[in-house]
């Protein structure tokens, strides 16, 4: 069967799950991340850090700041055992 979806209708899918989780102010991003204010928007300016303009407000997407925290993690990570941790696990 052939996917007939554009590459449109895609990248709209993955906005659609980006802003999901919630969107920030600049400051609660800027607090989140322990950032200051000029190097998130210069993540933003570069295309590094997706955003969105509602009004005169930037917003962003909160996905966006954890996807960009864990993408700059360092050294080996534990990977949890199974049945515990956050995910489907009894941890908490």
Not at 37 to 59: K, V
Not at 66 to 84: F, I, K, M
Request: aromatic content about 4%.
């Amino acid at each position: 069967m052939i996917d007939h979806r554009s590459q449109a209708d895609d990248q709209r899918d993955h906005r659609k799950v980006l802003v999901q989780d919630g969107l920030m102010t600049i400051r609660e991003a800027v607090a989140f991340l322990r950032l200051g204010r000029s190097t998130l928007y210069g993540l933003m300016e570069r295309g590094d850090l997706p955003y969105a303009c509602i009004g005169a407000r930037r917003l962003i997407p909160r996905r966006a700041l954890v996807d960009l925290a864990a993408s700059h993690l360092r050294g080996t990570l534990p990977v949890p055992a199974a049945g515990t941790g956050p995910i489907g696990g009894r941890g908490g």
